[in-house]
């Protein structure tokens, strides 16, 4: 049977990587579609529905921005960024039913109510959400050389659950996680060949993450400065700091320039949103008023799925009570209203709101702030539930390894997740579902954990 099983994998893997490639593709659609037949008429909740109603109101008045009722005129806004909510406007464009839909989700009292034509677009998701898989494939494949760890980590991306979880959903997950696991593979890429493309490709893809995400231009930021010396330092020639910056600002700028440019004319700022940052940064800081046994309580209260019940039986009330999302008096809520109220009234205006929060509310309380950080690091950390809690630590345990062996190709990625990771922590609240952007990463390092160990114990080794 075994050598039946070998001969076999001998005649797929004799298949070019392009094979292989259209094949994660159509097994990832696949197993996308099931949630889509499953849950395609899901109602959307919470953070959707903001995003709804600004693609309904795109797609009836062509202005990005948002009404108080459905009759009345789209006011321009610039509370979120555009690159999701014109994706779902272009839909509603080309899908009659989907556009009805949408249009009553925005408005009604209960969305529940609403007749709901959505699986067709999500279809369309889950074919995006594919490229999570076939990204993860590339990663290693061009890691490891081996199409067996390549789909290795493909099926642990799959087992994890979460690209799928996305596919009935109306959030910007559905975008940023393919973009982000084409960026891990650019970085990588860029940093096996140095090739400019590369470097043009990671400035692309950073323009479309800020396009969805604003938090992602500190990432670009930071690779501008780590990409540019790192080059910089392998040809001992400082001309390469500034063409290496060239190559990654120039693609960035023609991505994100019509849209800061949009800005600059409607609202006289070149700021990416408006709002939306100080919304997140006092939701984060809230959870500064923490006390030193909530701090400790929260490093058992965050493990995956069993850590609530673990500090429940094991602490008083008061040591994890603020903790849960729900509670009334939690710090996620107490961000979400009576603290946000509470500076947004101190800072005197909503364009005044961020400077007040960084000035008077997160300076003056670093150390508690970089304290509170690491805790939400460790919260961030167990995506996926027991999935992370078994693949974090061996996907870590190889970036040692990567580290000692010098890998810059394993090392770019593996910075450009921990960096995000720490961001949202800092300004965030570092909820796990902002984790999900690691999962190909993690796939691939402990693919190819496994990969090695099997080598080692392989008689034939």
């Not at 199409?147 to 979880?165: E, F, N, Q, T």
Request: glycine letters at 6%.
């Amino acid at each position: 049977m075994g050598s039946i099983l070998k001969e076999k994998w001998d005649r797929i893997d004799g298949w070019s990587v392009g094979s292989h490639l259209w094949l994660v593709i159509l097994v990832a659609f696949l197993i996308f579609s099931i949630q889509v037949w499953k849950h395609g008429e899901r109602t959307p909740i919470f953070d959707a529905v903001g995003y709804i109603q600004h693609a309904v109101g795109l797609d009836k008045d062509s202005t990005f921005g948002y009404a108080k009722k459905a009759d009345e005129v789209t006011e321009p806004a610039m509370f979120y960024a555009p690159l999701q909510m014109a994706v779902v406007a272009g839909a509603m464009s080309l899908d009659g039913d989907l556009a009805k839909s949408l249009r009553c989700v925005a408005w009604a009292e209960d969305p529940a109510t609403c007749d709901t034509s959505f699986r067709p677009f999500f279809f369309v998701q889950a074919l995006i959400l594919s490229l999570v898989p076939f990204f993860t494939w590339l990663i290693a494949w061009q890691l490891s050389g081996s199409k067996a760890v390549a789909w290795g980590a493909v099926v642990l991306v799959l087992l994890s659950g979460r690209p799928a979880y996305y596919t009935t959903l109306f959030l910007t997950e559905v975008y940023t996680l393919p973009l982000f696991a084409a960026l891990l593979f650019s970085l990588v890429a860029a940093a096996q060949s140095r090739f400019w493309l590369w470097f043009a490709a990671i400035g692309t893809l950073c323009g479309l993450l800020v396009l969805t995400k604003p938090a992602f231009a500190y990432l670009f930021y930071a690779l501008v400065i780590v990409l540019s010396y790192w080059q910089a330092a392998a040809h001992r020639n400082s001309r390469q700091l500034w063409t290496t910056a060239l190559f990654l600002t120039v693609p960035y700028l023609l991505i994100v320039g019509p849209w800061l440019a949009r800005n600059y004319f409607l609202f006289d700022t070149t700021s990416m949103t408006q709002g939306y940052a100080a919304w997140a940064l006092s939701q984060r800081l809230a959870y500064n008023m923490m006390t030193g046994l909530e701090l400790s309580v929260s490093l058992i209260y965050w493990l995956p799925d069993f850590g609530d019940k673990l500090a429940a039986a094991l602490y008083p009330p008061e040591a994890w009570q603020r903790l849960d999302l729900g509670a009334k008096d939690g710090f996620y809520l107490i961000g979400n209203y009576e603290y946000l109220q509470q500076t947004l009234a101190a800072a005197g205006s909503k364009a005044n709101h961020l400077n007040y929060l960084i000035n008077e509310e997160l300076l003056p309380n670093i150390g508690k702030h970089i304290a509170v950080t690491f805790a939400l690091v460790w919260r961030g950390l167990w995506v996926a539930k027991y999935w992370g809690l078994i693949a974090v630590p061996l996907a870590m345990a190889y970036g040692a390894v990567a580290v000692s062996r010098r890998r810059s190709d394993i090392l770019l990625p593996f910075f450009a997740c921990a960096f995000m990771l720490g961001l949202y922590a800092f300004v965030s609240i570092g909820l796990p579902r902002y984790s999900d952007l690691y999962i190909p990463l993690i796939s691939v390092l402990v693919a190819m954990l496994i990969g090695e160990w099997s080598r080692h114990k392989s008689p034939s080794a």
